[in-house]
């Protein structure tokens, strides 16, 4: 992922429970260490605090467990996950400049992609869709920090929490493929949400935008890839002569007309 800062790596325990006879093992000095990188990271540590609030708000949403309005919990994940966007984005373009050479540069950051993704949906009826990618976003993002944190403690007793870290950074790939299709599909779920009157006729058009801006991001090509692997899988699935000719019409004039609509994607800088 790109906007994920790597710490330090720890050393694996090696399992026994007595250190080595001329080690001694100071718990304390492991907490003041971690507290150390966290006052000597405040950027990154508040980035930390925040992505956790939005892990933490979306499950109350979800997750009704202290009883209240859900709606709540709804916005302050989206907020918290704006404040994480707008602080990334500075950490990116810490001088700003009111330039249209600026602006370019701050459309083509992810952070800004985000942000604007969290004011699309902050004032609208609760989609809980729209949270799964700040959710997501917030939880690989904080792990590796938190990873770096339980490097400095030691593992010890924290093994299980060591465990669960892992295995959610050996399942990066997969959570950003996850995350591009939820932020294509939620395109059709909005139109829907126009039909049943929750949503603005406005909002396909606003969120088309931000679309454009995933598709187009040079540092995380998922969203690409999804409409890549979308449309070779409909391509295959028209072509079978089963398929009635209506449905391979339709297909095909959908797939131009999204072709029509992806913009141009510039290379990668170095």
Same mark, same amino acid.
């Given at each position: 992922?790109?906007?994920?800062?790597?710490?330090?790596?720890?050393t694996?325990?090696?399992?026994?429970? %007595?250190?080595p006879?001329?080690?001694?093992?100071?718990?304390?000095?492991?907490?003041?260490?971690?507290?150390?990188?966290?006052?000597?990271?405040?950027?990154e540590?508040?980035?930390?605090?925040?992505?956790?609030f939005?892990?933490?708000? %979306?499950?109350?949403?979800?997750l009704?467990?202290?009883?209240g309005?859900?709606n709540?919990?709804?916005?302050?994940?989206?907020?918290?996950?704006?404040?994480t966007?707008?602080?990334?984005?500075?950490?990116?373009?810490p001088n700003?400049q009111?330039?249209?050479?600026?602006?370019?540069?701050?459309?083509?950051e992810?952070?800004?992609?985000?942000l604007f993704?969290?004011?699309?949906?902050m004032?609208?009826y609760?989609?809980?869709?729209?949270l799964?990618?700040?959710?997501?976003?917030?939880?690989?993002?904080?792990?590796?920090?938190?990873?770096?944190?339980?490097n400095?403690m030691? *593992?010890?007793?924290?093994?299980?929490?060591?465990?669960?870290?892992?295995k959610?950074?050996? *399942?990066q790939?997969?959570?950003?493929?996850?995350?591009?299709?939820?932020?294509?599909?939620?395109?059709?779920?909005?139109?829907?949400?126009?039909?049943?009157?929750?949503?603005?006729?406005?909002?396909?058009?606003?969120?088309?935008?931000?679309?454009?801006?995933?598709?187009?991001?040079?540092?995380?090509?998922?969203?690409?890839?999804?409409?890549t692997?979308?449309?070779?899988n409909v391509?295959?699935?028209?072509?079978?002569? *089963?398929?009635?000719a209506?449905?391979?019409?339709?297909?095909?004039?959908?797939?131009?007309?999204i072709?029509?609509?992806?913009?141009?994607v510039?290379?990668?800088?170095?």
């Amino acid at each position: 992922m790109a906007d994920s800062t790597s710490g330090p790596e720890g050393t694996p325990d090696s399992g026994s429970q %007595t250190p080595p006879p001329n080690q001694q093992t100071p718990p304390s000095g492991q907490q003041t260490s971690a507290l150390s990188y966290m006052l000597a990271n405040k950027l990154e540590t508040l980035l930390w605090m925040t992505r956790v609030f939005t892990v933490v708000s %979306t499950i109350l949403f979800i997750l009704p467990l202290f009883g209240g309005n859900p709606n709540s919990f709804y916005q302050r994940a989206l907020i918290s996950s704006a404040a994480t966007s707008a602080l990334r984005l500075h950490q990116r373009l810490p001088n700003f400049q009111f330039s249209r050479e600026f602006f370019g540069r701050m459309f083509l950051e992810d952070s800004c992609h985000y942000l604007f993704f969290a004011l699309i949906f902050m004032n609208t009826y609760p989609i809980t869709m729209s949270l799964v990618p700040v959710f997501l976003f917030a939880l690989l993002h904080a792990t590796t920090f938190t990873k770096t944190l339980l490097n400095l403690m030691g *593992q010890g007793s924290l093994q299980f929490a060591h465990n669960l870290v892992n295995k959610l950074v050996l *399942q990066q790939t997969n959570i950003l493929r996850f995350i591009a299709c939820t932020e294509v599909f939620l395109m059709p779920a909005i139109i829907f949400m126009i039909f049943i009157g929750k949503a603005m006729l406005l909002l396909p058009f606003v969120y088309y935008r931000f679309l454009t801006l995933r598709y187009a991001s040079r540092r995380n090509p998922y969203c690409r890839l999804v409409f890549t692997d979308l449309r070779q899988n409909v391509e295959v699935l028209c072509s079978k002569p *089963q398929c009635p000719a209506f449905v391979r019409n339709m297909s095909y004039k959908g797939i131009a007309l999204i072709c029509r609509l992806a913009p141009d994607v510039a290379p990668a800088s170095s």
